[in-house]
């Protein structure tokens, strides 16, 4: 954690970057700039509130060690009793303010979410479309924003693939530990027998780069456009609006076909490709670690079996804490908080 000097030399250096004229035309950057100024603002508020109460209880300190008559001195006591019950306090209160500014500052506040899926295939795809629900009706009630960047749907209205992305305070912090394989296990609607299907579905959650973090150099990549498919009808078959992109050094390759739009589809093909080339960097320099630290984060990484959603048994199962949540319904509509906190619990 950042000391308060730290912090004071941080602030000016803060001031100076936000009075160049030239910052203005990078509004994205002015944001986070003036929101990490207005966070240690209210860090040194607290600083000096505490200061104030330390001096005063020197204050008091002197009083009792002076020739002052009995009534005094016992006033004198009481009123240091009280300030040191505030200066914890206080000391409390920044030790968090800190942690959280630092938080903020380290953890992206948008992600890209991608669900594909797996074993069982329509139901699977079907599945897809339901954790996307989940997770759309779960931002919707945090107030996150939300934006669907490509998707692959199906005709029986699932989908093979979607991916889109949430921002907003918390989200990565949050969102980082619905990674994995989420299966399910219910009876299908085709299904005549009643018998329990078991599909799975996998979810990836990438941190979504700014843009003063991550540059892609435009002669890396291979911009292709073609007609949209799927779900939106003719309109989006007239014109060529979607957009594949291929990354040439890495051989990756992202589309985005979800907007009417040519340029916004290759705005989110762009975030897509981003999030995925942060995410193979981490994973080159999570090779290059040794030992333990290697082993541990590798752990975290890999796509293992995290969850299970039992329909019949009205019951969700989270393997990590192996802790079991009923109410499938109301979790399915998005009501994720108990799980999410488990987890941050466990993890944090």
């Known amino acids: 954690m950042a000391s308060i000097e730290d912090l004071k030399k941080e602030y000016k250096e803060l001031l100076t970057q936000l009075g160049d004229p030239e910052l203005l035309s990078d509004w994205e950057k002015f944001e986070e700039l003036n929101k990490r100024k207005e966070s240690i603002e209210k860090i040194l508020e607290k600083e000096e509130e505490l200061k104030e109460i330390k001096n005063r209880i020197e204050e008091n300190k002197a009083i009792i060690n002076s020739e002052e008559g009995p009534e005094l001195l016992s006033l004198a006591e009481t009123e240091i009793a009280q300030l040191k019950e505030k200066e914890l306090s206080l000391e409390d209160e920044i030790k968090k303010m800190s942690s959280e500014s630092e938080e903020k500052i380290n953890l992206p506040n948008a992600v890209i979410v991608e669900i594909r899926a797996g074993a069982g295939g329509d139901e699977a795809a079907l599945f897809v479309g339901d954790l996307y629900k989940m997770y759309s009706r779960y931002a919707q009630i945090i107030g996150w924003e939300q934006k669907v960047l490509d998707s692959s749907p199906t005709n029986i209205g699932g989908f093979k693939e979607i991916i889109f992305e949430l921002k907003g305070p918390g989200v990565y912090k949050k969102m980082m530990n619905e990674a994995g394989v989420h299966r399910v296990q219910r009876i299908p609607e085709t299904e005549k027998s009643g018998r329990i299907h078991t599909s799975t579905s996998s979810v990836a959650v990438l941190p979504k780069p700014r843009k003063t973090d991550f540059k892609i150099n435009p002669a890396d990549l291979r911009i ?37 739009n040519l340029l916004q589809n290759k705005e989110n093909a762009m975030s897509i490709l981003a999030a995925r080339l942060l995410e193979r960097k981490e994973s080159e320099e999570l090779a290059k670690l040794g030992g333990k630290r290697k082993e541990q984060i590798g752990k975290a990484m890999r796509a293992e079996k995290i ?16 802790k079991s949540f009923h109410n499938i319904e109301g979790i399915m509509a998005g009501k994720l908080d108990p799980i999410v906190d488990a987890l941050l619990k466990e993890t944090t």
């Open 224 to 260: 292709e456009h073609y007609h949209s498919s799927g779900a939106g009808g003719q309109y989006v078959n007239k014109r060529e609006t979607a957009v594949r992109i291929v990354h040439i050094p890495t051989g990756l390759i992202v589309t985005s076909q979800t907007e009417r």
């Open 307 to 322: 969850r299970t959603y039992n329909f019949p048994q009205d019951r969700v199962t989270d393997h990590r804490v192996q």
